[in-house]
């Protein structure tokens, strides 16, 4: 008989996803300084998918089909190439704060998404009522004199950050409706194995393997880097997992508006990123829009 989780044990959890993955942009834009981005990223996540594939088959996890293999390599190319290291990219040159506040507006691209697959309908007005306030946000946040002039991040960095996102909610409508079956903490090993792959592939391929000097690396460069394996990619994940099948989507959905806060508080904190009127009050709007959003996604359908 299965019991229910404790209250501790859910508590702990939330504070896992809440933390860590609102933590990582920060660890992101920490490692990148000293490490080429793709390759930074295609090593992380190899090595934790490594690690995660030898822990589930010492516990005797059956090995994926390839039908598993098929539909998670694509889910790890879509949110872990396109979405995660194209994100590490642009935090060469992009402040954590401000991107986890553009990143935040993603489910943005998420309701226009759904609705333009094959089979989507139309957003409910709710959902545009929260699509109208995050771009409020995202215009209050990038438009004129909202960023201090140094601070301004370049076009190209700005368009990674919203080809990143529509990779990623490209990757998760392709999770949602994939018929494959893998339990959900061998998809994500299976995602970090085969994203990690073809983020060393791709950093190879636009020239980071001669950017690669390991003893230019500095020594917070590598504790970035091992928190990202560690926390982020080895505990968040399978805590997220655990979260799907012991909590409701709407509670585990709220990490999407907590995590910028963590990130930009973090941000200023840390690494001394500006946190102006502008920015904090984009970041409310933005994260208003996404409350919004959530809420009506996870709102039930009536019978």
Not at 108 to 117: D, F, H, Q, S, Y
Request: aromatic share 10%; glycine share 10%; net charge positive.
């Amino acid at each position: 008989m299965n019991h229910p989780p404790s209250r501790t044990a859910l508590i702990l959890a939330f504070a896992a996803i809440y933390l860590i993955w609102g933590s990582t942009y920060l660890g992101i834009r920490i490692a990148v300084e000293t490490m080429p981005p793709f390759i930074m990223s295609g090593v992380r996540f190899t090595f934790a998918g490594c690690v995660l594939l030898a822990f589930l088959k010492f516990r005797g996890a059956a090995w994926p089909t390839r039908e598993q293999w098929r539909d998670q390599a694509i889910i790890g190319a879509c949110l872990l190439a396109g979405g995660n290291a194209v994100v590490a990219w642009a935090e060469q040159t992009v402040p954590s704060g401000l991107t986890t506040l553009i990143l935040g507006a993603s489910p943005l691209i998420m309701v226009l998404m759904e609705w333009l697959r094959p089979g989507g309908k139309r957003p409910a007005p709710m959902l545009w009522v929260g699509f109208g306030v995050g771009l409020v946000g995202l215009l209050v946040l990038l438009g004129p004199g909202a960023l201090p002039k140094n601070v301004r991040p370049p076009a190209a960095s700005l368009l990674a950050l919203f080809f990143a996102s529509i990779s990623w909610w490209g990757g998760s409508l392709f999770a949602k409706y994939t018929r494959s079956g893998a339990p959900p903490i061998m998809a994500a090993t299976v995602q970090m194995l085969c994203g990690g792959v073809l983020m060393l592939a791709i950093g190879l391929a636009i020239g980071e393997g001669p950017r690669v000097n390991v003893a230019a690396i500095t020594a917070r460069s590598w504790l970035a880097w091992s928190y990202l394996v560690v926390a982020g990619s080895l505990v968040a994940f399978p805590v997220y997992a655990w979260l799907l099948k012991n909590s409701t989507p709407a509670k585990v959905s709220t990490y999407s508006y907590v995590n910028p806060v963590v990130a930009v508080v973090l941000g200023w904190a840390i690494l001394d990123e500006p946190l102006t009127a502008h920015i904090a009050l984009a970041a409310a709007v933005i994260i208003g829009a996404v409350a919004i959003i959530t809420v009506q996604k996870n709102r039930p359908k009536p019978a």
